[in-house]
Structure formats: C-alpha cells, structure tokens
C-alpha cells in the first residue's frame, strides 16, 4: 500500500508472531490469541472469528506459516500502529514500505458493529475491504472515521502501545 510522504516510520519494533495459548482465568472456548513480540514489549491480541471469520483465518494461516517473523511496524502515528510488509524485513527497501502483503486477498468485506476504539485490530487494505491482506493495525486512539470502511478482527489484550514512540 503506498502512504505519503509525510509518513513516520518506526523501524525499531521487530516482531515475531505465534500462536498463544488459553490463559487459564478465561472461558473453556477461549477465543484465538496471537502473540507479537516486539522490542518495546509482547502485544496480545485476541481475534474474534465469529465476527469476522474469513480475515481472522486469513491472518491465523499466515502467522502458521511464520510470515509476521522478522517484520517491522512501518506506519506508527498518534492513531495507529501497523505492521504486515515483507519488504520491512530489509531496510535498504524502506521507500517501499507499507506496499506489500502476502499476495493473497481475503476477498469479502466483514464489517463489525464495534466501533474502532483504542486497542482495536483491524485489517488495512488501499482499495476496498475485500482487497485487504496482511496489513494489520492496532488503534491507539478511537478511530470512528475506520468504522465501516475497515476489518476489525480483534482487541489488544494488553496495553503496551502508550511506550511506543515515533522516531
């Protein structure tokens, strides 16, 4: 996805992402975690598969296959955080960053009800919800302008995005 120029690039916040397991305060049918480890702290995101089901099976098949490890967050700004670009993998590619995906769309539009608040999961797309891939992003602020026009596929199940800076 092309951004303008005027974008901030936090290039610092490598992450990895697996599978989490069923903390055991929750529910018997705990709802899917992914784990983001990054150099600022873990990010856990719970997904919610019965809203969106499509996309979060979507994300679920490419964290199976590792294609979250070794990414950067190439978009951080007061609103979001987002990650999902191979080429941030390669620093000499940074001009680049924030146009690839997988290559492979989700190809259906899953709007929720919800709202875009903090902490919010969503998945970015620059041309049509069903276009959407493997850019996803965290809230960090409410983001009403997001509802309707974006997958939300979960919620930040713990906070760390208040000690993420720009650089």
Do not use: C
């Amino acid at each position: 996805m092309r951004r303008p120029a005027l974008l901030v690039f936090l290039t610092t916040a490598l992450i990895t992402v697996a599978l989490g397991g069923t903390p055991a305060a929750q529910k018997p049918a705990a709802l899917p975690v992914i784990v983001l480890d990054t150099v600022k702290g873990t990010i856990e995101i719970e997904l919610w598969p019965n809203e969106a089901p499509k996309s979060v099976e979507h994300i679920l098949t490419l964290v199976r296959r590792n294609f979250y490890r070794g990414l950067r967050f190439h978009w951080v700004n007061s609103a979001v955080a987002q990650v999902g670009d191979p080429a941030t993998r390669d620093v000499t590619k940074k001009e680049t960053w924030g146009q690839g995906g997988s290559g492979t769309r989700i190809g259906v539009e899953e709007f929720s009800k919800r709202k875009f608040a903090r902490g919010s999961v969503g998945i970015s797309h620059s041309d049509g919800a069903k276009n959407s891939d493997s850019q996803i992003f965290v809230s960090k602020a409410a983001n009403p302008n997001l509802d309707g026009k974006y997958i939300m596929i979960g919620r930040v199940m713990m906070d760390i995005l208040r000690n993420v800076t720009v650089k």
